[in-house]
């Protein structure tokens, strides 16, 4: 019931930025946590960052802490991602996905509703 479309990918050089959107509609009267996770050809979808509702608590993966961040503003039902020095091994599909409650909790399992995702591609 709750529609999610990524944008903001594209091909980009080692070191250079990026910043995903995340636009949600339809049923978005109960705001609830949000993701982002991504996946490389041949590899399993892998968690990214998660947001609170509120927007109060964050959670990163170790391979992108430091350099991403990530961020939500709710009166635009929009969750964003900002990736900062970014590395060939960021180079993936990323989704955003809404999760089944408020909390943070880095699991894919905990989240319902998904993105088609947006392709990030970073060269050396």
């Known amino acids: 019931q709750v529609q999610l479309v990524e944008s903001g990918g594209g091909l980009v050089q080692a070191g250079d930025s990026l910043r995903l959107s995340c636009a949600a509609s339809?049923?978005?009267?109960?705001?609830?946590?949000m993701g982002w996770f991504r996946q490389a050809p041949g590899k399993e979808r892998e968690f990214v960052s998660a947001?609170?509702?509120?927007?109060?608590?964050?959670y990163y993966a170790d391979s992108v802490k430091g350099r991403f961040t990530i961020s939500r503003d709710n009166a635009k039902n929009t969750v964003y991602l900002q990736m900062n020095s970014l590395k060939p091994e960021d180079t993936a599909v990323y989704y955003c996905?809404?999760?089944?409650?408020?909390?943070?909790?880095?699991?894919?399992?905990?989240?319902?509703?998904w993105g088609q995702g947006t392709q990030v591609t970073v060269s050396s």
């Open positions: 996905a809404r999760a089944w409650g408020v909390a943070v909790i880095p699991h894919e399992a905990d989240f319902g509703s």
């Open positions: 339809g049923r978005t009267f109960t705001i609830l946590a």
């Open positions: 947001i609170s509702g509120s927007g109060g608590s964050t």
